[in-house]
């Protein structure tokens, strides 16, 4: 099946990739946007621009790199993993494409195109207080004043978003690490990758020796078994689907992460690949020919009125390392009350 990606997606993901042509007639218009980002951060970390303590620490969760790197799944992992370290957390987000000004709950409830699809299934999947607003100390607030007993405050991204004071950073890549390693728009990166954070998570689907950074961590995602979104109580495992017509599609930031797990469960499937957070408004699997189709849970999150019984939700955990949730803990706990 053909990609549905937008041509300048597909043509950017692939010259970030190396040093091209295309990347080195950027790289003035790349030293410009650093030179912006690195003064602005410089006005933070020298105090002329304040950061916001909201009073109870914030753990960011963010990439340096364009595009999804596997944040969500590892924002879920970490409620989880403070909850059980004692915390009572809470999280908030931008929320992409979510239609809010000011501080909005989000509920399982509430409207994938309202408030995002990735803060939808972090509430869904954690049942914490999750907030959305393009200002985060604005729902930190909002949020703490809703919640009280609220301990700690996860960010779903925010790595840039300095006037949020956090104590600690946990920056997530996927296998393309950084790409050409150029900044934006000569290569995917947001921030160079020498910036300073307190950890570091690689998710990847392939076997590879982790870089040589302090307090690095491999991401492992596990997928369980599919549930039907007509009826989710009927699930089934994934080897099940192996010898069947299956199509699977993602509307996520790396598609093929996706398929390279179902296949890996014996799955053979055609791939349909979609832009990062697409909306799913209209039934783009009426002319499929399969028997099952395969969606990831943000995907699932963002169907409307329209309904095709053939479609399986796989879900995805996230394994932290023990290690990894001992550093968050450990700082945490060492912080100075504001």
Not at 225 to 249: E, S, T, Y
């Amino acid at each position: 099946m053909s990609e549905f990606k937008p041509p300048i997606e597909n043509f950017l993901a692939r010259e970030w990739r190396k040093r091209s042509y295309v990347a080195w007639a950027l790289t003035p218009f790349a030293c410009l946007f650093g030179a912006v980002a690195a003064t602005r951060r410089a006005l933070f970390e020298l105090g002329w621009m304040k950061r916001v303590d909201v009073g109870v620490p914030v753990v960011i969760v963010g990439n340096v790199t364009v595009g999804g790197t596997g944040k969500t799944p590892t924002v879920i992992a970490l409620v989880e993993a403070l909850r059980g370290a004692g915390f009572q957390p809470g999280v908030v987000s931008r929320g992409y494409g979510a239609k809010v000004a000011q501080p909005t709950s989000v509920t399982a409830a509430s409207s994938a195109d309202k408030v995002g699809d990735e803060p939808l299934l972090i509430a869904r999947r954690t049942h914490a207080p999750v907030f959305v607003c393009p200002d985060r100390v604005a729902a930190a607030q909002a949020l703490l004043k809703a919640n009280p007993s609220v301990d700690v405050i996860v960010s779903d991204d925010g790595l840039q978003h300095y006037r949020l004071a956090r104590a600690f950073e946990l920056v997530v890549f996927d296998d393309r690490l950084g790409g050409n390693n150029f900044l934006l728009p000569a290569g995917p990166l947001r921030e160079p990758m020498s910036r300073r954070r307190d950890a570091t998570l690689i998710n990847s689907p392939y076997e590879r020796t982790l870089p040589p950074w302090p307090n690095t961590f491999s991401l492992d995602l596990q997928p369980g078994d599919a549930w039907l979104l007509d009826n989710p109580a009927v699930r089934r495992p994934l080897a099940q689907f192996a010898g069947d017509r299956v199509a699977a599609a993602a509307g996520i930031g790396s598609p093929e992460r996706f398929f390279a797990t179902l296949r890996a469960a014996g799955i053979t499937p055609a791939t349909r690949a979609f832009p990062d957070h697409y909306s799913y408004r209209d039934n783009p699997f009426a002319g499929i020919d399969a028997d099952s189709i395969l969606i990831t849970e943000k995907d699932a999150v963002k169907f409307g009125a329209w309904r095709d019984a053939r479609i399986w939700v796989v879900p995805v955990e996230a394994v932290l390392k023990p290690r990894l949730i001992a550093l968050v803990v450990e700082k945490l706990r060492g912080r100075t009350p504001a």
